[in-house]
């Protein structure tokens, strides 16, 4: 099928949980790649996305500019963009830096921290590693982003019935079990 | 250094060890040992046999309480949104400049503490500043240098030379630099007062009459909420309780509102009288005045009123020769803290606990102070139930509008020439107000203050009365080349200092309304940040506990309605799929300047624009 629609996926600073959560719909990959052809995403590693996509998902909040840079180019090329798992609605752990200067959180990483060791006595600064922000985004915090899905990671089920929700234009539910987390 | 816990000990001593004044029992310890320090909530804890817990809880809910010791002299200046259109910044910078000190600090000789405070009830000569218990008003920056060198050297208070302000203010139990600017006595609270005459006519007629008389009269109350007066004194008569009391609200912390000091000043005898009368109406013995903190300069001269009147057989036993009908009143005095003038907030302080709201149902007229049947009013409320009672309740009722009867006591701040408290019939429209108070090139005006509404030009016909313009008094006038949203922001401010943090849509929800509007104001807001605005200005206003948050959305949404324009011009289109409010370039700019390189894709360049 040539027009299928696409879905890119990515992750940003996650820890890639959520990804994992989506392979965890197990035999229902199968019609899922029935419904859609996959464009960038961990999962092909494709790198660029190739054509306009229907549906971004976005794994992980903004820790670095190379998150930024993948969000932004998500955003162009996405219709919609879900933010999936509570890194990318909130931050989520790698956003406990936050209430830390960033120099101070980096001092303590490559310099002061008791476990080590760095003879040279300087931070990382290979124009290979990309610069970290001031503190960590969410993602909404810095494109717009159309729908939020909670959970850490949310289930195979709730990431399934948001697609397919999507895919089929139809209203999407959510039952209290599916996005309850206590 | 002062032993915390001798006079913790001792003031404790002073009350009885009654739990109940644990508030009077703070204010003593604060004045006499500079802070409430951990050694005194252990002492007062004892003393009281209270859990510590519960000590400390209310040791930390008021701003005038420390538990560090704070300078000699604490200096609170007011830094509301009159002061700050009235030059309160420049003020700020002598203080800090005189003291070598920043807002929140101490010198390092003990002498001098920097605070800011919301209204202190002083917007018609702002900038206006508190040191310990006395008002300094229309602050100058030459001011500000002679004040921090007559202290340093004199190390009194008694050493300020103030100039004493007009009428009672001169008195010398208060001798304050305050000024009642009352530049309009209307007919029912500034018209000469005989006491004891309400007051002899209400002990002629039974109770219930009383309660028909103020029925009567469609008085409604002059605090803000409107609530029909006669109505809650005849549920309070109705509720079952072995005790009654009455209570007068005069915590006046809205912002731009001061008329009741001018009345507590003016006609603090026509108050008690007031309260004495409905004392009589509801079966009630005994009255409390709250007092907010800011105007302690008062309770010397109005317990001494209070004084004059147990002498004139007006308060204490068989009034007036009435025989069985015994009334008394004392002064609660608070400590810094708006959220106590909403009246299940001001019992639970008077009760001696931190001032949290309580949730009503049950009202006050059921359960209120020591869950008895309380009447609350406000100070003017009480005024005008007095008079209503001289004068019969037709005369009242041929004041004002039909819904709104009465007059009211209106105080008037900001641009205009004759800022002060008028006394005018309900149903002028703020034309006519603008006029009077010699406002000109006006561009919006601020009703009901802080959690009222602004009101552009298009608006200025209407009336002020309870069913189109409702205010508890507060009037403030913009001018002029004054930004409505920087306006706004100031309120917002105002509220997110004074949520009690009882409730998330209070507390959280102010936060947020403040920062989404901050965006308007830094070019940084989007279209979408208009519907933020409004939605969560509802969640905030329906979910919150009390009127507090109920209210602290108003002044986003008064001018989302007023001045929808302001905003739409602010929205800012950056070119990018970036929400204008992130900066990539400013983000990365920490770690560029720490790996010493510029970012891979955000670079130099302006936010957005690609490497
Ligand atoms: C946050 C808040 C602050 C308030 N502050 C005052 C106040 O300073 N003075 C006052 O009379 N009423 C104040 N009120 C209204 C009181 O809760 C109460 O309605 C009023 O004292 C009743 O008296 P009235 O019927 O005579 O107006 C406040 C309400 C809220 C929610
Ligand atoms: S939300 Fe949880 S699972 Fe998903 S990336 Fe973050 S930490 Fe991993
Ligand atoms: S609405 Fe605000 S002030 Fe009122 S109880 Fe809740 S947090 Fe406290
Ligand atoms: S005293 Fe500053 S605004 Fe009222």
């Given at each position: 099928?040539?027009?299928?629609?696409?879905?890119?996926?990515?992750?940003?600073?996650?820890?890639?949980?959520?990804?994992?959560?989506?392979?965890?719909?197990?035999?229902?990959?199968?019609?899922?790649?029935?419904?859609?052809?996959?464009?960038?995403?961990?999962?092909?590693?494709?790198?660029?996305?190739?054509?306009?996509?229907?549906?971004?998902?976005?794994?992980?909040?903004?820790?670095?500019?190379?998150n930024?840079?993948?969000?932004?180019?998500?955003?162009?090329?996405?219709?919609?963009?879900?933010?999936?798992?509570?890194?990318?609605?909130?931050?989520?752990?790698?956003?406990?830096?936050?209430?830390?200067?960033?120099?101070?959180?980096?001092?303590?990483?490559?310099?002061?921290?008791?476990?080590?060791?760095?003879?040279?006595?300087?931070?990382?600064?290979?124009?290979?590693?990309?610069?970290?922000?001031?503190?960590?985004?969410?993602?909404?915090?810095?494109?717009?982003?159309?729908?939020?899905?909670p959970?850490?990671?949310?289930?195979?089920?709730?990431?399934?019935?948001?697609?397919v929700?999507?895919?089929?234009?139809?209203?999407?539910?959510?039952?209290y079990?599916?996005?309850?987390?206590? | 250094?002062?032993?915390?816990?001798?006079?913790?000990?001792?003031?404790?001593?002073?009350?009885?060890?009654?739990?109940?004044?644990?508030?009077?029992?703070?204010?003593?310890?604060?004045?006499?040992?500079?802070?409430?320090?951990?050694?005194?909530?252990?002492?007062?804890?004892?003393?009281?046999?209270?859990?510590?817990?519960?000590?400390?809880?209310?040791?930390?809910?008021?701003?005038?309480?420390?538990?560090?010791?704070?300078?000699?002299?604490?200096?609170?200046?007011?830094?509301?949104?009159?002061?700050?259109?009235?030059?309160?910044?420049?003020?700020?910078?002598?203080?800090?400049?005189?003291l070598?000190?920043?807002?929140?600090?101490?010198?390092a000789?003990?002498?001098?503490?920097?605070?800011?405070?919301?209204?202190?009830?002083?917007?018609?000569?702002?900038?206006?500043?508190?040191?310990?218990?006395?008002?300094?008003?229309?602050v100058?920056?030459?001011?500000?240098?002679?004040?921090?060198?007559?202290?340093r050297?004199?190390?009194?208070?008694?050493?300020?030379?103030?100039?004493?302000?007009?009428?009672?203010?001169?008195?010398?139990?208060?001798?304050?630099?305050?000024?009642?600017?009352?530049?309009?006595?209307?007919?029912?609270?500034?018209?000469?007062?005989?006491?004891?005459?309400?007051?002899?006519?209400?002990?002629?007629?039974?109770?219930?009459?009383?309660?028909?008389?103020?029925?009567?009269?469609?008085?409604?109350?002059?605090?803000?909420?409107?609530?029909?007066?006669?109505?809650?004194?005849?549920?309070?008569?109705?509720?079952?309780?072995?005790?009654?009391?009455?209570?007068?609200?005069?915590?006046?912390?809205?912002?731009?509102?001061?008329?009741?000091?001018?009345?507590?000043?003016?006609?603090?005898?026509?108050?008690?009288?007031?309260?004495?009368i409905?004392?009589?109406?509801?079966?009630a013995?005994?009255?409390?005045?709250?007092?907010?903190?800011?105007?302690?300069?008062?309770?010397?001269?109005?317990?001494d009123?209070?004084?004059?009147?147990?002498?004139?057989?007006?308060?204490?036993?068989?009034?007036?020769?009435?025989?069985?009908?015994?009334?008394?009143?004392?002064?609660?005095?608070?400590?810094?803290?708006?959220?106590?003038?909403?009246?299940?907030?001001?019992l639970?302080?008077?009760?001696?606990?931190?001032?949290?709201?309580?949730?009503?149902?049950?009202?006050?007229?059921?359960?209120?102070?020591?869950?008895?049947?309380?009447?609350?009013?406000?100070?003017?409320?009480?005024?005008?139930?007095?008079?209503?009672?001289?004068?019969?309740?037709?005369?009242?009722?041929?004041?004002?509008?039909?819904?709104?009867?009465?007059?009211?006591?209106?105080?008037?701040?900001?641009?205009?020439?004759?800022?002060?408290?008028?006394?005018?019939?309900?149903?002028?429209?703020?034309?006519?107000?603008?006029?009077?108070v010699?406002?000109?090139?006006?561009?919006?005006?601020?009703?009901?203050?802080?959690?009222?509404?602004?009101?552009?030009?298009?608006?200025?016909?209407?009336?002020?009365?309870?069913?189109?313009?409702?205010?508890?008094?507060?009037?403030?006038?913009?001018?002029?080349?004054?930004?409505?949203?920087?306006?706004?922001?100031?309120?917002?401010?105002?509220f997110?200092?004074?949520?009690?943090?009882?409730?998330?849509?209070?507390r959280?929800?102010?936060?947020?309304?403040?920062?989404?509007?901050?965006?308007?104001?830094?070019?940084?807001?989007?279209?979408?940040?208009?519907?933020?605005?409004?939605?969560?200005?509802?969640?905030?206003?329906n979910?919150?506990?009390?009127?507090?948050?109920?209210?602290?959305?108003?002044?986003?949404l008064?001018?989302?309605?007023?001045?929808?324009?302001?905003?739409?011009?602010?929205?800012?289109?950056?070119?990018?799929?970036?929400?204008?409010?992130?900066?990539?370039?400013?983000?990365?700019?920490?770690?560029?300047?720490?790996?010493?390189?510029?970012?891979?894709?955000f670079?130099?360049?302006?936010?957005?624009?690609?490497?």
């Amino acid at each position: 099928m040539a027009n299928k629609p696409k879905v890119a996926t990515c992750s940003l600073a996650g820890c890639f949980g959520c990804h994992m959560s989506l392979l965890d719909i197990d035999d229902r990959i199968l019609k899922l790649v029935e419904l859609v052809e996959f464009d960038r995403s961990p999962i092909n590693d494709i790198k660029r996305i190739e054509g306009r996509c229907a549906i971004g998902i976005i794994e992980g909040g903004c820790c670095t500019e190379d998150n930024v840079h993948v969000l932004e180019h998500f955003r162009e090329h996405c219709d919609v963009l879900v933010s999936t798992g509570d890194c990318a609605t909130m931050g989520g752990i790698p956003a406990l830096r936050n209430t830390i200067p960033l120099r101070e959180c980096l001092e303590e990483a490559y310099l002061k921290g008791p476990s080590v060791y760095n003879p040279s006595g300087r931070l990382p600064g290979d124009p290979e590693i990309p610069l970290m922000l001031d503190k960590v985004y969410p993602c909404h915090e810095v494109v717009k982003i159309d729908y939020h899905l909670p959970g850490c990671p949310p289930s195979a089920d709730a990431i399934w019935e948001t697609l397919v929700a999507l895919l089929s234009g139809k209203p999407l539910s959510l039952p209290y079990g599916l996005i309850k987390y206590d | 250094m002062t032993d915390n816990a001798s006079v913790s000990r001792q003031v404790c001593g002073n009350f009885g060890n009654d739990k109940g004044r644990l508030m009077d029992i703070l204010i003593g310890v604060q004045a006499q040992a500079g802070c409430i320090a951990p050694e005194a909530l252990d002492e007062i804890a004892k003393s009281l046999s209270m859990n510590r817990v519960e000590v400390e809880s209310a040791a930390t809910f008021y701003a005038f309480f420390s538990d560090k010791m704070r300078g000699r002299f604490v200096i609170r200046l007011c830094n509301d949104v009159i002061d700050q259109l009235q030059g309160a910044d420049r003020v700020a910078a002598a203080f800090r400049a005189e003291l070598g000190i920043e807002f929140g600090q101490t010198t390092a000789d003990g002498l001098f503490s920097l605070a800011y405070t919301p209204c202190i009830g002083m917007s018609d000569q702002a900038p206006a500043v508190l040191i310990n218990d006395r008002v300094v008003t229309k602050v100058s920056t030459d001011m500000v240098r002679e004040i921090v060198q007559t202290l340093r050297t004199g190390k009194s208070l008694e050493h300020l030379k103030l100039t004493l302000g007009d009428g009672n203010n001169s008195h010398p139990l208060v001798r304050a630099m305050v000024n009642n600017n009352l530049r309009e006595r209307g007919a029912v609270v500034f018209a000469p007062y005989t006491p004891g005459v309400a007051l002899q006519r209400a002990l002629s007629e039974q109770p219930v009459e009383i309660i028909k008389i103020i029925k009567a009269s469609r008085l409604r109350g002059r605090g803000g909420a409107g609530f029909p007066t006669g109505m809650k004194w005849e549920f309070t008569r109705a509720a079952p309780g072995e005790r009654k009391f009455v209570v007068c609200n005069a915590d006046e912390g809205e912002p731009g509102t001061f008329k009741d000091r001018v009345i507590l000043t003016e006609a603090p005898g026509l108050v008690f009288e007031g309260m004495t009368i409905a004392g009589y109406a509801v079966g009630a013995s005994e009255g409390i005045v709250y007092l907010r903190g800011e105007y302690a300069y008062l309770l010397a001269y109005l317990e001494d009123v209070l004084a004059k009147r147990r002498a004139a057989g007006l308060l204490g036993r068989d009034i007036l020769g009435k025989a069985g009908f015994k009334f008394d009143i004392r002064i609660q005095l608070g400590a810094g803290a708006y959220v106590c003038g909403e009246e299940t907030a001001l019992l639970s302080s008077c009760e001696g606990k931190a001032g949290n709201p309580k949730t009503r149902p049950p009202f006050p007229a059921q359960k209120g102070y020591l869950d008895m049947p309380t009447v609350i009013n406000n100070v003017e409320t009480h005024c005008a139930a007095a008079r209503i009672v001289e004068n019969g309740p037709s005369w009242f009722a041929s004041m004002g509008t039909k819904a709104s009867s009465g007059t009211k006591v209106f105080s008037v701040s900001g641009d205009c020439a004759q800022p002060g408290v008028y006394e005018i019939p309900f149903g002028i429209t703020v034309q006519e107000l603008l006029a009077r108070v010699g406002a000109t090139d006006t561009i919006a005006v601020q009703v009901g203050g802080a959690s009222g509404r602004m009101i552009g030009p298009s608006e200025f016909g209407r009336q002020f009365c309870f069913d189109q313009l409702a205010t508890g008094g507060s009037v403030m006038v913009f001018g002029k080349g004054r930004d409505p949203l920087a306006i706004a922001h100031g309120f917002m401010d105002f509220f997110v200092e004074e949520s009690c943090g009882y409730c998330t849509p209070c507390r959280v929800g102010t936060r947020l309304l403040r920062e989404r509007l901050g965006r308007f104001l830094e070019g940084r807001a989007e279209a979408a940040d208009l519907d933020y605005l409004e939605k969560t200005s509802k969640v905030v206003k329906n979910a919150s506990r009390c009127g507090l948050g109920q209210t602290a959305p108003n002044p986003i949404l008064s001018t989302l309605q007023s001045f929808r324009s302001e905003y739409e011009r602010c929205i800012k289109k950056n070119g990018t799929v970036f929400l204008p409010s992130f900066d990539p370039g400013k983000a990365v700019a920490v770690a560029a300047g720490i790996a010493g390189r510029a970012s891979e894709h955000f670079g130099t360049k302006k936010g957005g624009v690609k490497a």
